[in-house]
């Protein structure tokens, strides 16, 4: 059994920066995407960023120069740090990522629990 969890979400002022962390545990053949995405309430889950191994990052348009995404492959784990924040950066934050449970199994997507980001003077 594979499971994500998510830490490091809280309550910023606007400018503020914090760092998500999410750790992958459990039954781990090979980590191939990592991703972080958020839910604000009232709107569609959207992706934030990605990141694959030998591929540049990717990220949605609104966190461009403000959110880098990394990860450690050897603690299985994947960071967001999120400089500047905004209000509308208020959202539910969720990892997620595409993980082969072993090397005869095929990869499936797993999502942590979420961790809540709020942005607020």
């Known amino acids: 059994q594979v499971q994500l969890v998510e830490s490091g979400g809280g309550l910023v002022h606007p400018g503020g920066s914090l760092r998500l962390s999410c750790a992958a545990s459990g039954s781990i053949g090979g980590i191939y995407s990592m991703s972080w995405y958020r839910q604000a309430p009232g709107k569609q889950r959207e992706l934030v960023a990605d990141?694959?191994?030998?591929?540049?990052?990717n990220y949605v348009d609104s966190v461009k120069g403000r959110f880098t995404i990394s990860r450690d492959n050897t603690k299985n784990m994947v960071y967001l740090q999120m400089n500047s924040l905004k209000p509308e950066d208020t959202a539910v934050y969720y990892c997620s990522a595409l993980i082969r449970a072993s090397l005869v199994t095929s990869a499936s997507t797993y999502w942590g629990q979420g961790t809540q980001v709020t942005v607020s003077s």
């Open positions: 990141i694959v191994p030998g591929r540049s990052a």
